[in-house]
């Protein structure tokens, strides 16, 4: 049961990796550290990606029409409960709800490894840093949140990173992927 003290308090609210974020129709959150997948199941318990969201991000129940809605935290987060009236940007959150969630339908579908290719990508372009090797990927996903994402096993995803890993294409650094400054990720 969601604590309507939590959701209603204007103060932060940090939760810890994997715990996922209480929703309410009426609330949202906004990120102020960390990273959010929001999901939902198909009937058979299968995942599927809506969105990863960070820093300044807002996610809520309100967001979507869709049963279940769920956002999980990534990595520690530290989110601000707000009502929808509140956020000033609201259409372009909306938008920004509608294009994520086509980018991750349209990875869905077509060769795994273009598929794997482009989420990391999209991944390094929206929560990459810069370093001198190229860029950071701080997020820790694991090898089935990404098969999640692709709608693949979590099998394949463990062995197309391996490919990509021994062909120089990506590493990793304290767990974090970083994909290398010259070179592209298939």
Request: glycine share 6%; charged share 20%; aromatic share 4%.
């Amino acid at each position: 049961m969601v604590n309507p003290t939590l959701i209603a308090s204007k103060e932060a609210h940090t939760f810890k990796r994997r715990e996922h974020l209480p929703m309410r129709e009426n609330s949202l959150w906004q990120i102020e550290t960390g990273a959010v997948r929001t999901h939902t199941l198909t009937e058979d318990g299968t995942v599927i990606a809506l969105g990863f969201w960070g820093l300044g991000d807002t996610v809520g129940q309100p967001l979507a029409l869709i049963q279940p809605y769920a956002a999980e935290c990534l990595m520690n987060v530290r989110v601000r409960a707000i009502q929808p009236k509140e956020c000033d940007h609201l259409n372009q959150v909306l938008l920004s709800h509608l294009h994520q969630t086509q980018t991750l339908l349209r990875l869905r579908s077509g060769q795994i490894h273009q598929r794997l290719q482009q989420l990391l990508d999209w991944l390094a372009d929206k929560f990459g840093h810069e370093s001198e090797q190229g860029k950071l990927i701080q997020l820790r996903l694991t090898h089935q949140d990404i098969a999640d994402t692709l709608g693949t096993t979590r099998v394949t995803v463990t062995l197309l990173l391996s490919q990509f890993e021994q062909q120089g294409r990506i590493c990793w650094i304290n767990q974090h992927l970083l994909s290398p400054r010259n070179l592209q990720l298939c």
